[in-house]
């Protein structure tokens, strides 16, 4: 049987699904992209807050020394989960420096007998290391507002 159309508009019409799904597959990424936006600037801020108090029971913990060890550690693991539930909501650029420091406390709070826990300078270099991620963390808010 053959068609009332021509072979080229049936060739025309191909051409045309094939870039109506490429425009598709552009839109999706772009819907994700603009949610994943809108998801950083509604949760980021709190993120930040409690990433901030952990930071701060941690300070207050070291200078109680190691008689406070399992509330340094308590306060690293909260700190770890924070921190990874906020990977996969950054950006590309700033993912690579989270994910490093998430690497590091997630080492730390995965034993409580881990050696550098009992050294009180690794243990203010992972309170830096906390108080660098929020310092990345608050500057990506600050360029989400002129997105």
């Not at 425009?23 to 809108?38: D, P």
């Not at 700033?94 to 997630?106: F, N, P």
């Amino acid at each position: 049987m053959t068609s009332i159309f021509p072979q080229w508009i049936q060739d025309l019409n191909t051409g045309v699904s094939f870039i109506g799904f490429g425009i598709t597959i552009y839109v999706l990424i772009e819907v994700r992209s603009i949610k994943n936006s809108f998801l950083r600037k509604a949760r980021l801020p709190e993120v930040i807050r409690d990433l901030s108090k952990a930071g701060s029971a941690l300070s207050s913990t070291l200078s109680g020394g190691v008689s406070q060890r399992n509330e340094s550690h308590c306060q690293i693991k909260i700190a770890a989960s924070l921190i990874k539930s906020t990977i996969r909501i950054l950006p590309k650029e700033e993912k690579e420096e989270i994910v490093r420091v998430y690497s590091k406390l997630a080492t730390a709070a995965s034993d409580i007998n881990y050696p550098r826990l009992s050294n009180e300078d690794a243990l203010w270099d992972l309170y830096s290391d906390i108080q660098s991620a929020i310092s990345s963390m608050k500057q990506l808010v600050k360029n989400l507002k002129w997105e």
